[in-house]
């Protein structure tokens, strides 16, 4: 078991700890807020006796200043969930290594000569055909069998067209069904897999299975 690459986590990190974009707007105003009273008090100290300030243009300027403060306090919280979101995420993605899942996926590991995936079709089907490829996309299998129920298993025994055994690998199905009338149907699949690694390489960790990385959501059971 390995995960690929833990850049994701130091991002998560680095989010926590070092200054955000909006501590980082918080020193600059702070700067321009010492800025601004130093110029007010040399204002004061210099103005005519006989023509005081507005003190009411620098009371606005004090009310502007502090609802600037308070929207970079609320932009600093809000940055602070999104990171703290984004560590359980991480976490929660770690815990799958290991774990045997069912995942929505149409590709399936061919193993001691059998190939296993779970449909599920929308409807009433009443036949589906079963295509089967390899890595390459080239079409190795392809039977038509009777369907009666909507969620069901389709095994494939590893033998190509002509009764060859294929070697084990990753191969894709693709389901075809139709109802009673010749509608054609819905149809997904899923299959059940071991997690082997994380990738954190994008913003969204993605679970890693044989070197096809799969979302989280993709996730429909956890079997243990």
């Given amino acids: 078991m390995s ?15 070092g200054e955000s ?19 007010l008090l040399t204002q004061l100290e210099n103005q005519n006796p006989l023509e005081p300030l507005d ?4 009371t606005e300027q004090l009310v502007q200043f502090a609802e600037v403060e308070q929207q970079i306090a609320t932009n600093q919280n809000l940055e602070l969930q999104m990171n703290l979101s984004a560590a359980m995420v991480a976490t929660s993605a770690v815990n799958f290594i290991g774990k045997t899942v069912t995942i929505e996926t149409t590709r399936a590991a061919l193993t001691d000569g059998e190939a296993r995936w779970e449909y599920q079709i929308s ?9 089967v490829s390899d890595e390459a ?20 025994d590893g033998r190509n067209a002509d009764g060859q055994i294929m070697p084990d690998g990753t191969y894709t ?7 009673a009338v010749g509608d054609k149907l819905t149809a997904t699949t899923a299959a059940t897999v071991v997690i082997d690694g994380v990738d954190f390489l994008d913003a ?14 993709a996730v429909t059971s956890v079997d243990g």
């Avoid at 974009?21 to 110029?39: E, T």
């Avoid at 003190?55 to 620098?58: A, D, G, I």
């Avoid at 409807?123 to 295509?131: I, K, R, V, Y």
């Avoid at 996309?137 to 494939?156: A, D, H, K, M, Q």
């Fill in 3 to 17: 995960v690929t690459s833990f850049s994701g986590l130091t991002d998560v990190a680095t989010a926590l700890n």
């Fill in 21 to 39: 974009s909006a501590n980082n707007s918080a020193n600059r105003v702070a700067d321009d807020f010492d800025d601004f009273l130093s110029l």
């Fill in 55 to 58: 003190t009411n243009q620098f």
């Fill in 123 to 131: 409807g009433q089907p009443t036949e589906g055909q079963f295509t």
């Fill in 137 to 156: 996309g080239n079409v190795v299998f392809s039977e038509t069998l009777p369907i009666s129920n909507s969620r069901g298993t389709y095994t494939w």
């Fill in 173 to 179: 199905v693709t389901v075809e069904a139709n109802d």
């Fill in 204 to 217: 969204e960790p993605m679970l890693k299975v044989d070197g096809q990385l799969l979302r989280l959501s």
